[in-house]
T-cell receptor, first 111, second 117 residues
Framework: DQQVKQNSPSLSVQEGRISILNCDYTNSMFDYFLWYKKYPAEGPTFLISISSIKDKNEDGRFTVFLNKSAKHLSLHIVPSQPGDSAVYFC??????????FGPGTRLSVLP | DTEVTQTPKHLVMGMTNKKSLKCEQHMGHRAMYWYKQKAKKPPELMFVYSYEKLSINESVPSRFSPECPNSSLLNLHLHALQPEDSALYLC????????????????FGPGTRLTVL
């Protein structure tokens, strides 16, 4: 049973437009959520995170939104750049225990 | 130094071999993790060390044996592996295993690509 789901295996976006990556979770005990970006043959790189006590966190071009009642979070990238093309993993944890990754969404930003 | 390093980058071993994967960080992090990632799948947590003590073992077969000699080093000893153990093995570290906020942000190494023949 997948506790963290990313229902879109892939997403294509034009350069300069907004990319929206979605993530759903089932475990209401998760209290912290993270987004990682992964290029081929490299380890995941931490992007941005959000605590369950917040509903939004922004860092430059990246914004994460959390809707606790819907158990849904999303990552917005604006403007999207070709260098953003990678696989994006959503991850969730409960006080550092039970650290779970979603299956990933492959983002392609087209020039 | 904000890097997690892993050696070797690639490893090919037979099913009767004994080998070790190494991971190192100098960020003062007190939690270190081993993950296994198969192609086109998310990383799966294997082990967590917190303050050099094994705190989580996600039902990993005994042919994988972790070791944390000190707070900067994490090893994964491999013995009698199976071809299905071929995968990318990722090491990560974070400030602390338990706690709020940034304690949970894990920094990953580049991984060791393991092939078992």
């Amino acid at each position: 049973d997948q506790q963290v789901k990313q229902n879109s295996p892939s997403l294509s976006v034009q350069e300069g437009r907004i990319s929206i990556l979605n993530c759903d979770y089932t475990n209401s005990m998760f209290d912290y959520f993270l987004w990682y970006k992964k290029y081929p043959a490299e380890g995941p790189t931490f992007l941005i995170s959000i605590s369950s006590i917040k509903d939004k966190n922004e860092d430059g071009r990246f914004t994460v939104f959390l809707n606790k009642s819907a158990k849904h979070l999303s990552l917005h990238i604006v403007p999207s750049q070709p260098g953003d093309s990678a696989v994006y993993f959503c991850a969730a944890t409960n006080y550092g225990q039970n650290f779970v990754f979603g299956p990933g969404t492959r983002l392609s930003v087209l020039p | 130094d904000t890097e997690v390093t892993q050696t070797p980058k690639h490893l090919v071993m037979g099913m009767t071999n004994k080998k070790s994967l190494k991971c190192e960080q100098h960020m003062g992090h007190r939690a270190m993790y081993w993950y296994k990632q198969k192609a086109k799948k998310p990383p799966e947590l294997m082990f967590v060390y917190s303050y050099e003590k094994l705190s989580i073992n996600e039902s990993v077969p005994s042919r994988f044996s972790p070791e944390c000699p000190n707070s900067s080093l994490l090893n994964l000893h491999l013995h009698a592996l199976q071809p299905e153990d071929s995968a990318l093995y990722l090491c990560a570290s974070s400030q602390g295993e338990q706690g709020l906020g940034s304690y949970n942000e894990q920094f990953f190494g580049p991984g060791t690509r393991l092939t078992v023949l």
